[in-house]
Nanobody
Framework: QVQPVESGGGSVQAGGSLTLSCTASGATGSTPCMGWLRQAPGRQREGVAAAGTGGGSIAYVDSVKGRFTISRDNAKNTNYLVMNSLNTEDSGMYYC?????????????????????WGQGTQVTVSS
């Protein structure tokens, strides 16, 4: 059993930055991929970023490339999502997910259906 716990959400103006953290308790060695997924009101949940064991196999959704950076610290069972140049489209509930699978391309999947354990979420609100 793996239990991710998110922190670091909040409110920020457009152009600002936030860093999200996710610490996963349990058998974290069995989670090949950990990812961040978000959901805005009225929209489907989408994968934002994911990283494999050791911090490799990284994947980003196109809309955040160049602005967000995901990293993993296996010693601390923690992963981080540094979000820069935030815009209003980035607002939503951000979920940390664990025990994800790899995509056919070899990077971690961004598909919500490929993740087995989920945190409760942390809210990110970007105002204009």
């Amino acid at each position: 059993q793996v239990q991710p716990v998110e922190s670091g959400g909040g409110s920020v103006q457009a152009g600002g930055s936030l860093t999200l953290s996710c610490t996963a308790s349990g058998a974290t060695g069995s989670t090949p991929c950990m990812g961040w997924l978000r959901q805005a009101p009225g929209r489907q949940r989408e994968g934002v970023a994911a990283a494999g064991t050791g911090g490799g196999s990284i994947a980003y959704v196109d809309s955040v490339k160049g602005r967000f950076t995901i990293s993993r610290d296996n010693a601390k069972n923690t992963n981080y999502l540094v979000m820069n140049s935030l815009n209003t489209e980035d607002s939503g509930m951000y979920y940390c997910a664990a025990r994800g699978d790899y995509s056919s391309a070899g990077s971690c999947s961004l598909s919500p259906g490929k993740y087995y354990y989920w945190g409760q979420g942390t809210q990110v609100t970007v105002s204009s």
